[in-house]
């Protein structure tokens, strides 16, 4: 009986609970962006912009209701660093989901969003985008984590 209580005691002691594993709180991102065209000049920032980048919005259509999310320019929070459009939207329930961004009162994009739910031992599930189609291209997502949309 005292084996047994030690086995348990140790392997309660060994498990992800306490042990340096970190989880993360929320399952949420705030997906970055840069706008391109095909000579890799930038069209929200600098002298050559196109768009404003306070008059763009990002949002989905459900059922009846439009729901809109932030979209605020940042910079990349790694290397390298640049301006980038941060599009405040969360996980959806559905997947993938379908986001629209539009840039100017003419220029709507399609954004499709394909979601990967990861599990692990100790934290449970967690979402991460895996790719994002715009228009029905697949988009290209570099090491820094910044999505190019090219134009």
């Known amino acids: 009986m005292k084996v047994a209580a030690c086995l348990f005691f140790v392997a309660f002691l060994t498990s992800c609970c306490f042990t340096s594993q970190k989880c993360d709180s929320e399952t949420y991102v705030s997906p970055a962006f840069r706008i391109l065209n095909a000579n890799d000049e930038d069209l929200l920032f600098g002298a050559g912009k196109v768009y404003d980048i306070s008059s763009i919005k990002c949002y989905t259509l459900t059922g009846g209701d439009t729901v809109f999310y932030n979209c605020v320019a940042g910079t990349a929070s790694s290397y390298p660093y640049d301006s980038v459009l941060y599009a405040g939207f969360g996980y959806q329930q559905e997947q993938p989901a379908t986001v629209y961004m539009m840039l100017d009162s003419t220029d709507v994009d399609t954004l499709g969003i394909t979601y990967q739910t990861h599990t692990t031992k100790c934290c449970g599930s967690s979402t ?24």
């Open 128 to 151: 991460s985008i895996s790719s994002y189609k715009c228009n029905g291209t697949t988009l290209n997502t570099n090491n820094s984590g910044v999505t190019i949309i090219r134009k």
